[in-house]
């Protein structure tokens, strides 16, 4: 597996959410799909390198772009890491107006989460998250 930079995984995830933005306007899933799977491999990176993955979501949860924060915050509650501030990032970006479809998608995110109890961000994806009630993270 290669292994990256901070720099180059943070360019690489606002490069996406870029385009997942710009396909969002337009309605082009295919280059959006395409992208994806960039978008993935970074993904299973973070899995096997939490460190790694908590100091460049720290700073990609601070970004002002909502579809940065929004990812940034999902991809957070998927690694069951940074809960806290992830939670703050979907909630404040739900509450805004503004953010349009990406105020519902922070929303809906926050819901999938809380209800249950996880999020995947792949199909095959180790599921972790919380345990029964005491806050404390599993693996299941």
Known sequence: MKKYTKEEVLQQFKMSCDVFYETEKTGDYKTGNKEQTKFIRIFKYFEKNIE?????????LKSENVVVSNRAAAWSLALNENIDKAVKVLTENSEKKEFGIFRFEAEMTLNVWKS???LTIYEGQEIRRYGPGDGLPFIR
């Open 116 to 118: 249950q109890g996880y």
């Open 52 to 60: 790694f993955a908590n100091e460049c979501l720290k700073e990609l």
